[in-house]
């Protein structure tokens, strides 16, 4: 089993290559830089992975499980619309997975699955709140997209799942989460388990409940 995760440094990412690794399975770690954490995992790590111009990814082997991971947070407000961090919002959160995706297209065979993770907050249904309209937009466009590559991945025999993974406590919220990173992967990895080409464009929480639109 070869798994391939995105923003592999820290955090969720993180967490991920930890978990699958004790699994038996052969991860391959992107990021842009490798934290101390992650070269002590014993997997195998690619640096200098931006997903906004990401290099050829061709050395990889087939890949069975990709995990785009690799998001960030910006908070923008009605009164402070700043379009230059709602734009890198779009490059980094909706069409860096895509660019990695074209990077591995040829790697995923019948039977791979690729996984998105998203966010609740790109549920139009969900936003009770208003705000934020840089993540909760660059979230929402991620959605539409998964559900596209489901379509199109379908006749390959790629599933594609789409994923919140919860309000994690980890740099990119402040430490200010619900869940441990720990719990939140524990509850993302039964739920790509469960992921089928039957389910697949679907979206879920960590606890593979299906989320409104």
Not at 33 to 58: C, F, K, M, T, Y
Not at 69 to 98: C, H, K, M, Y
Not at 142 to 169: E, I, T
């Amino acid at each position: 089993m070869h798994t391939v995760i995105t923003g592999a440094n820290r955090g969720i990412g993180l967490e991920f290559c930890r978990q699958c690794r004790e699994a038996g399975h052969s991860v391959t770690a992107l990021c842009r830089e490798a934290s101390e954490e992650l070269q002590q995992l014993g997997v195998d790590i690619i640096e200098n992975v931006d997903v906004r111009n990401p290099p050829d990814l061709s050395e990889l082997s087939k890949i069975d499980w990709l995990i785009l991971n690799a998001g960030i947070w910006r908070d923008e407000s009605l009164d402070n619309l700043n379009f230059e961090t709602i734009t890198e919002q779009f490059e980094v959160n909706t069409l860096g997975p895509l660019r990695i995706l074209e990077k591995t297209l040829d790697r995923l065979t019948e039977g791979s699955k690729v996984v998105l993770i998203t966010s609740q907050m790109g549920s139009i249904a969900d936003n009770t709140s208003g705000g934020r309209y840089g993540y909760r937009m660059s979230k929402a466009a991620l959605n539409c997209a998964g559900v596209s590559l489901s379509h199109d991945l379908k006749p390959r025999g790629v599933a594609v799942g789409l994923f919140h993974p919860g309000y994690v406590a980890t740099d990119m919220t402040s430490h200010q989460g619900t869940i441990s990173p720990e719990e939140s992967v524990t509850g993302l990895l039964l739920g790509i388990r469960s992921l089928t080409i039957e389910n697949t464009g679907s979206f879920w929480d960590y606890r593979f409940q299906e989320l409104s639109w």
